[in-house]
């Protein structure tokens, strides 16, 4: 029965460990005429340098390449029209209650993992 027990709390507890710490959501809508090919690497590379560690970290990272921009989740559903982001490219942090805030701006990977820090109080850099 103990170890029945004890089975049961660390599936609970994996559980508790595998909920997302929020949502990540790189947006580039660029039109074509009007992309800033330098604006863009910068943008691509840092998206494609973050992924993967801020997945590992416990977020569920987005791309979003057009308007509206929709995010989607069970207990909410955020969409974002061109007057709600006065720039091309930036970020959406998004927690899990569905309280958001956007960046705007191409962000290196230390900036992005600074302001994470701060918007959803976790520790992601010296770790």
């Known amino acids: 029965m103990k170890k029945l027990l004890m089975l049961i709390g660390i599936v609970f507890m994996l559980q508790a460990q595998a ?3 929020g949502s990540i ?4 809508i660029t039109s074509t005429e009007q992309s800033d090919e330098e604006t863009n690497e910068d943008f691509y590379f840092y998206y494609d ?8 970290k416990g977020f569920d990272v987005l791309l979003a390449e057009q308007l509206p921009i929709k995010i989607e989740k069970p207990d909410y559903t955020i969409e974002l029209g061109a007057s709600d982001v006065a720039s091309d490219v930036g970020i959406i942090f998004v927690k899990p209650s569905g309280q958001y805030k956007v960046s705007e701006g191409v962000k290196t990977d230390v900036d992005v993992a600074m302001e994470a820090e701060q918007y959803f109080k976790v520790k992601l850099v010296g770790e």
């Open 49 to 56: 340098k973050l992924n993967d560690f801020l997945t590992k």
């Open 25 to 28: 959501v790189f947006f580039n």
């Open 19 to 21: 909920e997302s710490v």
